[in-house]
């Protein structure tokens, strides 16, 4: 019995603390603060600006500094683009004791692809939308800066050991470099041959050889399409180390 009453007191207690952590919500706007708002919704309507919508209120992401919601602390900077300026919204991924990691998300689009075929059948197909997450960071109470080499070199240049993990993060950047300039190269050589074997296969005379389309390939087509992975793994590698270098800073 005292068991079971533990239990219920333990699942009761994390509910709680469960509401109270969602129930503190804040919005911290140029001007004044809300504090723990009920209703906290980021609106993204196809047409228009972003805004954010508290207890019923709706208030422009150009008048809020940051807000805290059940996905995490989010902080709102004005970037200016030529004569005006537009909000750019950053998650907080990670507070340190000195540098604050960030991130965003954003679709892109990937490249085109060619699709080989016989008499006529191949040509380019459309690519497809995925999510880019991008890192930042800001060091102290100062402004939030893009996650690049050059960027996060500065910042930690006085320690050694999170100097050290950023040469190596230069390096897999170099490696990918090279891995996706031979991997364009390579493709366009491929996908130039393969145009050439599809125009010689379409002037022979029908009927075509349908079973096996994929024997006008170049071979250089698939190696540029295998590097661009390799490429990838480098990118990511890069920017895990970026990270790293942060987390000895912040030791």
Known sequence: MKKNLLILYALLV???LSAQQYYGNEVKLLDSTVPHPTELVVK???LGKAWLKVDGQRYEFKDVLHYQDKNGYFK?????LGTGAFPTIYKLEKKGSRIDLYSRESWAQSAPM???GIGGAGGWTGGYGYKVKAWYYAKGAGKIWPLKMNNIGAAVGDNPDAM?????ARKARKTGTILTVVGVAATITGTALTSKNIKEENSKPPPYDTKNPLKVVSPMFFVGIALVPGAAYFKKGNDRKLREAIDIYNR
């Open 76 to 80: 709102v900077e004005q970037s200016q």
């Open 44 to 46: 993204e309507p196809i």
């Open 114 to 116: 060619y699709s080989p």
């Open 14 to 16: 994390c509910a709680k």
């Open 164 to 168: 050290a993990r950023v040469e190596k």
